[in-house]
């Protein structure tokens, strides 16, 4: 198996082809300006010691070496082992609120880009356990299903907003529901589910499909982000510059509040903890601790091939084609004048 480690210096390759087009206007340029100067029948006579013959030559010897470093820069690898390595771990659901209440801004910047940030930076510590996440407003859509391919992971996260769920609510049981739906449940993988929400105007009977979750040996924490006293939601214009607060028809200002008797009730009910969001402290990264005092259980194995360089191979006859072109002459062989005089 072949690969390159740096393909992208590959794209130099198209210079190639630039330069021999390059090339052969400057020489049939040259040509032309030969011809009005003199007749060809006096070029021997004017420039006896020019051979076209050898500048292609050189020119060739050039490109080629020119062709052997582009490679080489892209080093060249060659797969020379393939081991089969074990995937050990936990399986673990984030169910994320981005119900217009995460943008109140009681915890900075706001709710919701606390709760991403902690969930990028859970993201960088994990070693093999999977992770999936799903969006929940008025409805549930799994923004990534479980995985350990970590860098897709963020490129999802980062395009989370308050529009990844466009129908209003906190639909909390939906989003349960279709994490234990999501989880392979043949595998003897330790299971975990984190729900990151204010827990405001929840929806459905909650307790019911926690304890169903329980039953199946799930875990759930929950964080609770926000203030029980309320704050107002902020409202921004295209500009990014806020204009006022959300208001209800009557037109007061509406004001949300952390719901954490509900979330404290789930926690206890899903064998648990809950934590209270706050500015200064990882909640998520705690919660990861009490993780990693589960069992972790091999869910399945992966091919791993080992590489090695074999950029030598091409950097060598470049250097010496590079070598070589600057002993060659462009001047015409003795033995090739004779010829000619004959």
Do not use: C
């Not at 909650?206 to 902020?234: C, D, F, M, N």
Request: glycine share 6%; hydrophobic share 45%.
């Amino acid at each position: 198996m072949i690969r390159f480690a740096h393909s992208e210096y590959l794209y130099a390759l198209y210079l190639l082809p630039i330069l021999i087009i390059i090339f052969l206007i400057t020489q049939r340029k040259q040509t032309k300006q030969l011809l009005e100067f003199a007749g060809s029948k006096l070029h021997k006579v004017l420039l006896p010691f020019r051979s076209s013959f050898k500048l292609i030559v050189k020119f060739s010897m050039t490109l080629a070496a020119m062709l052997l470093i582009i490679i080489a820069v892209a080093n060249p690898q060659i797969g020379s082992k393939i081991e089969e390595v074990k995937q050990v771990g936990i399986d673990v659901f984030i169910l994320l609120d981005v119900s217009l209440s995460m943008t109140a801004e009681d915890i900075k910047p706001n709710r919701l880009e606390k709760a991403k940030h902690q969930i990028a930076r859970l993201v960088q510590k994990l070693q093999g356990d999977r992770i999936g996440l799903i969006v929940f407003s008025g409805e549930a859509f799994v923004q990534f299903p479980m995985t350990t391919d970590y860098s897709a992971a963020n490129l999802f996260l980062s395009a989370i907003d308050v529009s990844s769920v466009p129908q209003a609510g906190t639909a909390i049981e939906p989003a349960i529901n279709l994490a234990l739906n999501s989880f392979k449940m043949d595998s003897d993988t330790k299971k975990a589910l984190v729900i990151i929400t204010d827990g405001e105007d929840h929806e459905g009977n909650i307790l019911k499909i926690v304890e169903e979750a329980a039953g199946k040996g799930i875990q759930t924490y929950t964080i609770g982000l926000g203030s029980p006293s309320g704050v107002p939601i902020p409202i921004y214009n295209a500009s990014g510059v806020q204009v006022g607060y959300k208001k209800d028809r009557r037109g007061n200002v509406v004001l949300t509040k952390l719901d954490e008797n509900t979330l404290q009730e789930i926690a206890n009910i899903g064998n648990g903890k809950y934590y209270r969001g706050t500015n200064s402290e990882d909640e998520l990264d705690l919660i990861y601790s009490d993780l990693g005092k589960l069992e972790a259980t091999e869910f399945g194995a992966t091919r791993i091939t080992e590489y090695e360089d074999r950029f030598y191979y091409f950097l060598i006859p470049g250097l010496l084609l590079l070598l070589a072109e600057f002993f060659v002459s462009s001047r015409k062989s003795k033995f090739m004048m004779k010829m000619e005089s004959n």
